[in-house]
């Protein structure tokens, strides 16, 4: 495991946008996968977003499809969400996620999007969008 630290939650109005950031303290990140999940009161987690190594790869939530972007920067050891045409429904805690087998197992959508593949979690950070 590694450290994870998010950053950039808070509240915003529907519509709007807000920007989540990641960092890790790790020594193979250049190697890993990486991604979002979340999860609302009373409900189960949810995939949001993964991207392969490079960034060259990235797979979506049908929910957050047209209007998040996930990136990531390896040279600052960091990955970001940008959430655009926010909505109430988006409201949840946000978890960044890495792991290097996700990765070296070829970056699976099926993989991607199941929790327990994921080895390291960050803190999470709560997002809330008003109507």
């Known amino acids: 495991q590694v450290q994870l630290i998010e950053s950039g939650g808070g509240l915003v109005q529907a519509g709007g946008s807000l920007r989540l950031s990641c960092v890790a303290s790790?020594?193979?990140?250049?190697?890993?996968?990486m991604g979002w999940f979340r999860q609302a009161p009373g409900k189960e987690r949810e995939f949001v977003a993964g991207i392969n190594w490079n960034g060259g790869r990235t797979y979506y939530g049908d929910p957050v499809k047209g209007r998040f972007t996930i990136s990531r920067d390896n040279a600052k050891n960091s990955v970001d969400l940008q959430m655009n045409s926010l909505k109430p429904e988006d409201t949840a805690v946000y978890y960044c996620v890495l792991d290097v087998g996700v990765q070296y197992r070829g970056f699976l959508l099926q993989e991607v999007r199941t929790t327990r593949n994921w080895d390291s979690w960050g803190q999470g950070t709560q997002v809330t969008v008003s109507s």
């Open positions: 790790t020594r193979t990140f250049n190697n890993a996968a």
